[in-house]
C-alpha cells in the first residue's frame, strides 16, 4: 500500500469508528507508536520493533499491526485537535 492509501485508510478509520468500538489511539510499545484499544486490539504484545499482535478482550488472536509511521501520527493528532475546537 502507498501512503496515500494508508492515510486514507487512517482518516476512514478515525471518522467511521462505529459507537460500538473502544476508544483506540496511539500507544507507545517500545519505541514506536501502534493504533490499539479499538476492539480488534484491546490487548497486544510486541512482536518485533515495528509489529505487534492485536488480540480482542476474549483474548481471540486478530493479526498483526504495523508501527504507525510519522505522517500517520501527525494525522491523528491533527484530527484531535480539529475536534476540539
Given at each position: 500500500?502507498n501512503?496515500?492509501s494508508?492515510?486514507?485508510?487512517?482518516?476512514?478509520?478515525?471518522?467511521?469508528?462505529?459507537?460500538?468500538?473502544?476508544?483506540?489511539?496511539?500507544?507507545l510499545?517500545?519505541?514506536?507508536?501502534?493504533y490499539?484499544?479499538?476492539?480488534?486490539?484491546?490487548?497486544?504484545?510486541?512482536h518485533?520493533?515495528?509489529?505487534?499482535?492485536?488480540?480482542t478482550?476474549?483474548?481471540k488472536?486478530?493479526?498483526?499491526?504495523?508501527?504507525?509511521?510519522?505522517?500517520?501520527?501527525e494525522?491523528y493528532?491533527s484530527?484531535?485537535?480539529?475536534?476540539?475546537?
Amino acid at each position: 500500500m502507498n501512503l496515500y492509501s494508508n492515510l486514507f485508510i487512517l482518516i476512514l478509520s478515525l471518522v467511521v469508528l462505529p459507537s460500538s468500538i473502544k476508544s483506540a489511539a496511539p500507544m507507545l510499545v517500545g519505541t514506536q507508536y501502534f493504533y490499539v484499544g479499538d476492539s480488534d486490539c484491546t490487548n497486544y504484545a510486541l512482536h518485533s520493533g515495528s509489529t505487534i499482535h492485536c488480540f480482542t478482550d476474549k483474548v481471540k488472536y486478530t493479526g498483526l499491526r504495523q508501527a504507525m509511521t510519522k505522517e500517520q501520527l501527525e494525522l491523528y493528532n491533527s484530527y484531535r485537535e480539529i475536534k476540539a475546537e
